[in-house]
């Protein structure tokens, strides 16, 4: 609707323009007849066309504005549903596609905007061009065929002058995004940054990527300039070559003084319209290095959705040749990569059959031929020393690390939990923190409830502390890390999950706030696998999965691996 009623309009701004045209020579005419009469006539018309074009000159932004809000709202809302489906956000590496965000948020809105604007233009120039093309040709053919000839020529030299700005464009938005992040990062990592008293060392290298920036931005700035002096001397060619082959035309008397002004009107106008490439071409340039961002992030989406397919066609033909038992699993295959294939199952069993892991580069293997069946309520602590796998591990389990081969047979995620090292506090209210990764009104759970947990988890004061449940602050600023752990274990509570998966979960936590924490797990019913350094939690747990150095590892029950610590 919205793109109709542009294009009516952009058709009426073109018949305004023919009409100002000849009433714009009808003006000169009179004026070169002395007729007063005529004149203040045709001057009437002439502005009674002016104040009635302003309405419809003055709506055309205004709709070409909607048109590229709502463009916009879908390319975003697209994007996003793809770049969030199957956690392919976790899965784009940033080496291959940087700032997805800004690409997003910036270059979309960018490339909605530059695209429109040259579409319209194309459609304007061309309109125009069968508009005037007449008129040119009437008043006089030489005019017409120099109007073509010029326009060729400064397409041409554009071209060759203005290649090398799409180029640079590109590299500027990508060392823009670079500096941004930085920034960001810097942000993000204050605190710990004004412990080293980094500032400085930090200095150092933001001036360094922004040097990076202006570099790159002078070398465009310079091209600029050399395509304005072109675009200049070129417009004044525009303004002085109708008046050389016209002006003696009216000396001989073969054409009237107000069809000099109208040649230089449709002069200017069918240059203008064949000469898209002279006037547009700067839009163009940030237009191509936006549009070859956005068309990267792309690919790399098509790419993991149809690795993502492909794992799912050959979960589902697994499921049809194997075993009864594993025709009988529920078969929803979650996508997969590189051999490693996850299938949900149901209840709250964990199977991993003969998986064999590797770091994303393939130089090193983690674990080889790992095969282990955990029931519903087991517990499985993960051992060994620093460097060997044990958090890779559990990404792999909760499918986030790709890189290997075998089976992994769990639980549906929403009957997962994951509880990092480091606990996320998403932007939102109190309440919001505690029942993420669902909304309040999503999982149903009371006010009551919530602050049962919070009292569970040695939080009872929170609530009140920070203005009530619906209280909105910078969670990741104002909460302790200890805090911010116990409040993933609050989540923990009110979500019951079939499977935990707990990774270094209690670093923060002093030892009777540890306990407290474990005791919650290991009473809930879920299955538990954990990672942690500290042997006290050995204890809340049945079995000890120890990874070695190059992939080896062996199981053994809680109690003997205690019983050898001691001994040791």
Same mark, same amino acid.
């Given at each position: 609707?919205?793109?109709?009623?542009?294009?009516?309009f952009?058709? %009426?701004?073109?018949?305004?323009?023919?009409?100002?045209?000849y009433?714009?020579?009808?003006? /000169?005419?009179?004026?070169?007849?002395?007729?007063?009469?005529?004149?203040?006539?045709?001057? /009437?018309?002439?502005?009674?066309?002016?104040?009635?074009?302003?309405?419809?000159?003055?709506s055309?932004?205004?709709?070409?504005?909607?048109?590229?809000?709502?463009?916009?709202?879908?390319?975003?809302?697209?994007?996003?549903s793809?770049?969030?489906?199957?956690?392919?956000?976790?899965?784009?590496?940033?080496?291959? @596609?940087?700032?997805?965000?800004?690409?997003?948020?910036?270059?979309?809105?960018?490339?909605?905007?530059?695209?429109? +604007?040259?579409? %319209?233009?194309?459609?304007?120039?061309?309109?125009?061009f069968?508009?005037?093309?007449?008129?040119?040709?009437?008043?006089?053919?030489?005019?017409?065929? @120099?109007?073509?000839?010029?326009?060729?020529?400064?397409?041409?030299?554009?071209?060759?002058?203005?290649?090398?700005?799409?180029? #640079?464009?590109?590299e500027?938005?990508?060392?823009?995004?670079?500096?941004?992040?930085?920034?960001?990062?810097?942000?993000?990592?204050?605190?710990?940054?004004?412990?080293?008293?980094?500032?400085?060392?930090e200095?150092?290298?933001?001036?360094?990527?922004?040097?990076?920036?202006?570099?790159?931005? &002078?070398s465009?700035?310079?091209?600029?300039?050399?395509?304005?002096? /072109?675009?200049?001397?070129?417009? &004044?060619g525009?303004?002085?070559?109708?008046?050389?082959?016209?002006?003696?035309?009216?000396?001989?008397?073969?054409?009237?003084?107000? #069809?000099?002004?109208?040649?230089?009107?449709?002069?200017?106008?069918?240059?203008?319209?064949?000469?898209?490439?002279?006037?547009?071409?700067?839009? &163009?340039?940030?237009?191509?290095?936006?549009?070859?961002?956005i068309?990267? /992030?792309?690919?790399?989406?098509?790419?993991?959705?149809?690795?993502?397919?492909?794992?799912?066609?050959?979960?589902?033909?697994h499921?049809?040749?194997?075993?009864?038992?594993?025709?009988?699993?529920?078969?929803?295959?979650?996508?997969?990569?590189?051999?490693?294939?996850?299938? @949900?199952?149901?209840?709250?069993?964990?199977?991993?059959?003969?998986l064999? %892991?590797?770091?994303?580069?393939?130089s090193?293997?983690?674990?080889?031929?790992?095969?282990?069946?955990?029931k519903?309520?087991?517990?499985?602590?993960?051992?060994?020393?620093?460097?060997?796998?044990?958090?890779s591990?559990?990404?792999?389990v909760?499918?986030?690390w790709?890189?290997?081969?075998?089976?992994?047979?769990?639980?549906?995620?929403s009957?997962?939990?994951?509880?990092?090292?480091?606990?996320?506090m998403?932007l939102?209210?109190l309440?919001?923190?505690?029942? &993420?990764?669902?909304?309040?009104?999503?999982?149903?759970?009371?006010?009551?409830?919530?602050?049962?947990?919070?009292?569970?988890?040695?939080?009872?004061e929170?609530?009140?502390?920070?203005?009530?449940?619906?209280?909105?602050?910078?969670?990741?600023?104002?909460?302790?890390?200890?805090?911010?752990?116990?409040?993933?274990?609050?989540?923990?509570?009110?979500? +019951?999950?079939?499977? @935990?998966?707990l990774?270094?979960?209690?670093?923060?936590?002093?030892?009777?706030?540890?306990?407290?924490m474990?005791?919650?797990?290991?009473?809930?019913?879920? +299955?538990?696998?954990?990672?942690?350094?500290?042997?006290a939690?050995?204890?809340?747990?049945?079995?000890?999965?120890?990874?070695?150095?190059?992939?080896?590892?062996?199981?053994?029950?809680?109690?003997?691996?205690?019983?050898?610590?001691?001994?040791?």
């Amino acid at each position: 609707m919205w793109l109709s009623l542009l294009i009516a309009f952009l058709l %009426m701004i073109s018949f305004i323009n023919i009409r100002k045209s000849y009433a714009e020579r009808d003006v /000169f005419t009179a004026l070169e007849a002395r007729s007063a009469a005529l004149f203040w006539r045709d001057l /009437f018309i002439y502005a009674c066309i002016l104040v009635g074009s302003i309405p419809v000159v003055g709506s055309f932004g205004w709709i070409k504005s909607q048109l590229e809000l709502l463009w916009r709202d879908w390319l975003t809302r697209r994007l996003l549903s793809r770049y969030l489906a199957n956690r392919n956000f976790t899965r784009i590496p940033a080496s291959e @596609v940087d700032n997805p965000d800004e690409r997003i948020q910036q270059d979309i809105a960018s490339f909605c905007t530059e695209t429109l +604007t040259i579409a %319209m233009a194309v459609a304007d120039s061309t309109l125009a061009f069968f508009s005037f093309v007449t008129i040119l040709y009437l008043i006089s053919p030489t005019l017409l065929v @120099v109007a073509v000839a010029y326009a060729i020529a400064g397409t041409v030299a554009t071209l060759m002058f203005g290649k090398r700005l799409i180029g #640079m464009h590109y590299e500027q938005q990508r060392l823009e995004a670079e500096f941004r992040y930085n920034l960001v990062y810097l942000r993000d990592n204050a605190e710990a940054i004004g412990l080293y008293n980094a500032g400085e060392r930090e200095s150092k290298g933001l001036l360094q990527r922004f040097g990076c920036v202006l570099k790159n931005m &002078y070398s465009i700035v310079s091209w600029q300039r050399n395509m304005t002096l /072109f675009k200049t001397s070129y417009d &004044y060619g525009v303004l002085i070559i109708p008046s050389l082959i016209s002006a003696p035309l009216y000396l001989a008397g073969q054409i009237e003084l107000g #069809m000099i002004v109208q040649a230089a009107t449709a002069f200017g106008t069918v240059v203008g319209a064949l000469s898209i490439v002279v006037g547009q071409y700067q839009t &163009y340039a940030r237009l191509g290095a936006i549009a070859r961002r956005i068309s990267d /992030f792309i690919g790399k989406l098509e790419q993991l959705e149809n690795q993502a397919a492909q794992s799912e066609m050959t979960a589902l033909e697994h499921n049809a040749t194997g075993a009864p038992e594993c025709q009988a699993t529920a078969a929803a295959a979650i996508a997969t990569s590189n051999g490693i294939k996850t299938r @949900v199952t149901a209840g709250g069993r964990l199977v991993i059959s003969n998986l064999s %892991m590797t770091t994303p580069d393939r130089s090193h293997s983690l674990v080889q031929g790992l095969n282990l069946e955990l029931k519903l309520g087991a517990r499985l602590i993960i051992a060994g020393p620093s460097g060997v796998g044990k958090s890779s591990l559990l990404r792999a389990v909760a499918g986030l690390w790709l890189d290997g081969s075998g089976l992994i047979e769990r639980p549906d995620l929403s009957d997962m939990m994951v509880l990092p090292q480091e606990s996320y506090m998403p932007l939102g209210t109190l309440r919001d923190q505690l029942t &993420y990764p669902l909304s309040a009104e999503e999982t149903g759970i009371s006010d009551a409830r919530i602050i049962d947990v919070l009292k569970r988890v040695d939080l009872a004061e929170l609530s009140l502390r920070v203005g009530g449940l619906n209280a909105v602050k910078t969670w990741s600023e104002i909460l302790s890390p200890g805090e911010r752990q116990r409040v993933a274990f609050a989540r923990l509570l009110l979500a +019951t999950p079939k499977l @935990v998966l707990l990774d270094e979960a209690t670093s923060a936590l002093d030892a009777d706030n540890e306990r407290k924490m474990y005791e919650f797990v290991t009473t809930c019913g879920a +299955t538990v696998v954990s990672v942690a350094h500290h042997q006290a939690l050995i204890a809340y747990h049945d079995t000890v999965l120890v990874l070695e150095h190059g992939g080896g590892w062996r199981l053994v029950e809680a109690d003997e691996y205690l019983a050898s610590l001691r001994k040791d």
